[in-house]
């Protein structure tokens, strides 16, 4: 009896273990070093289209930013891609975007690094993936 209760809760759960990192788009998620702000890719490998949305440090809600790119190194694509605002209100966006055919192939989240600058002025921030690879 306990064997089958646990089975059928480990069912029940292994979707959202699976889940358990993924980001409010459904993508992987990357953090700065403090875990102050998090960055989700989402990729649609069918038209190579590549989405970034910056969260804040729970990794739930979008925060805008002025900045109008973000840098991103890509394991075998040279130089680095600069994704570009998307829906900019106030001079500020929260979603950056950018096709490229890498993004149409498998890509591991530690194929990915990020430099996001996260205040006008200041330095860009690396951001790695949340999670090792899957």
Same mark, same amino acid.
């Given at each position: 009896m306990l064997h089958t &209760?646990?089975?059928l809760t480990?069912? &029940?759960l292994f979707p959202l273990l699976m889940q358990a990192h993924d980001g409010p788009h459904g993508g992987e998620l990357y953090c700065d070093g403090k875990h102050s702000h998090h960055a989700e890719l989402c990729v649609d490998a069918k038209t190579g289209k590549a989405t970034i949305y910056i969260l804040d440090k729970k990794g739930k809600n979008e925060v805008p930013l002025t900045t109008k790119t973000i840098s991103v190194k890509v394991k075998n694509v040279e130089p680095a891609l600069e994704f570009k605002a998307d829906k900019t209100k106030d001079g500020k966006s929260s979603q950056y975007v950018?096709?490229?055919?890498?993004f149409m192939s498998k890509l591991k989240p530690s194929d990915v690094k990020?430099?996001?600058v996260l205040v006008?002025?200041?330095p860009a921030v690396v951001f790695d993936p949340e999670h090792d690879d899957d």
């Open positions: &209760t646990l089975s480990l069912l &029940t950018f096709t490229h055919p890498r990020m430099e996001i006008e002025g200041k």
